[in-house]
């Protein structure tokens, strides 16, 4: 399938065949997913905590909400996403090394100067604690775009999930402790027959409703 096939083919899965589990091979194929998600000044200020044992999705079940229970329940793979509760001086000190160990910069300069960058970005546009919250949170959503279309394209069945207590997960996973606060999550597997969503048509607005060509 190409890019716009898998697009509109897509869907949110409903329901999950919790007799079918994935590889290995295929959890760590979802999770390069997210680990190669672009983020704004690749500041990859999230964390993901990964379910894949029945003790976790015990665990976190009290934190998920009614409409969502079965399928967290059930899928074989759940992912929670977390964002960072602030952009620390540690952050940009382990990035700007992570960077350098991957090859990207030529010398010291061309390391310094996209240290300083970086940081003269973060302390002239967006040093308050509340862009920073609202700006991490939204790199979430691109890692989520990202499995929600890297599923499909590895042949399973992904759901998009807001429907979860961010306070009580938050507590559960010890999230405030490490930094962090959880904002969404996904589940990942292969549906069954009781997903309704998968024979419904497919929804959207029409282009000239959500598009305007200048
Ligand atoms: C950020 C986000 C959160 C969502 N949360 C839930 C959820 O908690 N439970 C659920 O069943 N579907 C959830 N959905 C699925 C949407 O209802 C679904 O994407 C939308 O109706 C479009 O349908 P489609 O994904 O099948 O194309 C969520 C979708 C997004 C993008």
Not at 18 to 37: F, G, Y
Not at 65 to 77: I, R, Y
Not at 118 to 138: D, L, T
Request: hydrophobic share 40%; charged share 20%; glycine share 6%.
């Amino acid at each position: 399938m190409n890019i716009t096939e898998l697009a509109s083919n897509r869907f949110t899965t409903k329901a999950y065949d919790a007799s079918r589990s994935l590889t290995e091979q295929q959890i760590a194929d979802v999770l390069s997913l997210l680990q190669n998600s672009p983020s704004t000044l690749n500041l990859q200020g999230w964390h993901f905590h990964v379910i894949t044992t029945e003790a976790g999705r015990e665990k976190i079940a009290p934190a998920i909400f009614d409409l969502n229970k079965t399928k967290v329940a059930d899928a074989p793979l759940a992912i929670v996403f977390s964002s960072i509760n602030g952009i620390s001086e540690q952050h940009l000190d382990d990035l700007v090394a992570q960077e350098e160990q991957d090859g990207r910069f030529r010398d010291a300069q061309a390391r310094q100067k996209n240290d300083a960058g970086r940081r003269g970005y973060i302390n002239n546009v967006a040093h308050s604690p509340e862009f920073q919250h609202k700006w991490m949170e939204r790199q979430l959503y691109i890692a989520l775009g990202f499995l929600l279309l890297g599923a499909p394209a590895l042949g399973l069945h992904a759901t998009p999930i807001e429907g979860f207590d961010t306070h009580k997960m938050d507590n559960i996973l010890g999230l405030e402790a490490q930094g962090l606060h959880s904002v969404v999550m996904a589940t990942v597997g292969y549906n069954s027959d009781a997903d309704f969503n998968a024979q419904l048509p497919k929804s959207r607005f029409p282009l000239d409703k959500i598009i305007t060509t200048l």
